[in-house]
């Protein structure tokens, strides 16, 4: 079956530490890939997305993300964080540009000034 | 504000009981989404309309049901509702004929059953 897998599942940094999230997914077709933030208290929101071209995207807030198809990734990327980036970060596949959206289990991000 | 409204916002309510939960999409979107957001299972997406018609089920228990109106609302009701109910129920939107799998969510409904 299909799924996405984020191995980290809870970060902690000091503000300017850099961030990598590692995201991975079992497809071997077509996807589009996103990462989506929920900031505390509020509603999810897309951070960035890949679904053709350059591998690497960047993002709101100075994330990025690069698709390694052969490694089935799209790890998120932060030179250096800030204390505001605190929240949760979702993972997430389209397959075969169908309607069908499969999230990660989620990576919690706490930044301490 | 991602222009998806969800109401209510908080729900109590006691086991065996029914609830209803509605949701508006962005002005112009024709899909819905819903997703049940818990602690130990994740982001779970349960059922997707396209104007008016189910288009995707995901992990939608037979108590749930769902339907999108000819505004294009929509509303998900869960009955004997049990405790492990208790979650965070988001509904999304998507823009027509934009890149698949980029949804709009709104703020959620935050249902606890005692």
């Given at each position: 079956?299909?799924?996405?897998?984020q191995?980290?599942?809870?970060?902690?940094?000091?503000?300017?530490?850099?961030?990598?999230?590692?995201?991975?997914?079992?497809y071997?077709?077509?996807?589009n890939?996103?990462?989506y933030?929920q900031?505390?208290?509020?509603?999810?929101?897309?951070?960035?997305?890949y679904?053709?071209?350059?591998?690497?995207?960047?993002?709101?807030?100075?994330?990025e993300?690069?698709?390694?198809?052969?490694?089935?990734?799209?790890n998120?990327?932060?030179?250096s964080?800030?204390?505001?980036?605190?929240?949760?970060?979702?993972?997430?596949?389209?397959?075969?540009?169908?309607?069908?959206?499969?999230?990660?289990?989620?990576?919690?991000?706490?930044?301490?000034? | 504000?991602?222009?998806?409204?969800q109401?209510?916002?908080?729900?109590?309510?006691?086991?065996?009981?029914?609830?209803?939960?509605?949701?508006?999409?962005?002005?112009?979107?024709?899909?819905?989404?819903?997703?049940?957001?818990?602690?130990?299972?994740?982001?779970?997406?349960?059922i997707?309309?396209?104007?008016?018609?189910?288009?995707?089920k995901?992990?939608?228990?037979?108590?749930?049901?769902?339907?999108?109106?000819?505004?294009?609302?929509?509303?998900?009701?869960?009955?004997?509702?049990?405790?492990?109910?208790?979650a965070?129920?988001?509904?999304?939107?998507?823009?027509?004929?934009?890149?698949?799998?980029e949804?709009?969510?709104?703020?959620?409904?935050r249902?606890?059953?005692?």
């Amino acid at each position: 079956a299909q799924s996405v897998s984020q191995h980290n599942h809870h970060v902690i940094l000091s503000e300017a530490a850099s961030l990598e999230l590692g995201c991975n997914y079992s497809y071997g077709g077509t996807v589009n890939l996103f990462w989506y933030v929920q900031y505390p208290g509020q509603h999810l929101q897309l951070l960035l997305k890949y679904f053709s071209g350059d591998p690497l995207v960047k993002g709101i807030k100075g994330f990025e993300a690069e698709f390694i198809k052969s490694k089935f990734s799209f790890n998120l990327r932060k030179p250096s964080v800030q204390w505001s980036d605190t929240a949760e970060y979702f993972c997430a596949v389209n397959l075969g540009n169908t309607d069908k959206l499969i999230f990660g289990t989620g990576t919690r991000l706490q930044v301490f000034p | 504000d991602s222009g998806v409204t969800q109401t209510p916002k908080h729900l109590i309510t006691a086991t065996g009981q029914r609830v209803t939960l509605r949701c508006s999409p962005r002005s112009g979107d024709l899909s819905v989404y819903w997703y049940q957001q818990s602690l130990d299972q994740g982001l779970q997406f349960l059922i997707q309309y396209y104007n008016g018609e189910e288009r995707a089920k995901g992990n939608i228990l037979e108590r749930f049901s769902a339907q999108q109106f000819p505004d294009l609302h929509s509303e998900l009701n869960l009955s004997s509702l049990e405790l492990g109910d208790s979650a965070l129920y988001f509904c999304a939107s998507s823009v027509p004929g934009g890149v698949a799998g980029e949804l709009f969510f709104g703020e959620g409904s935050r249902l606890t059953v005692l």
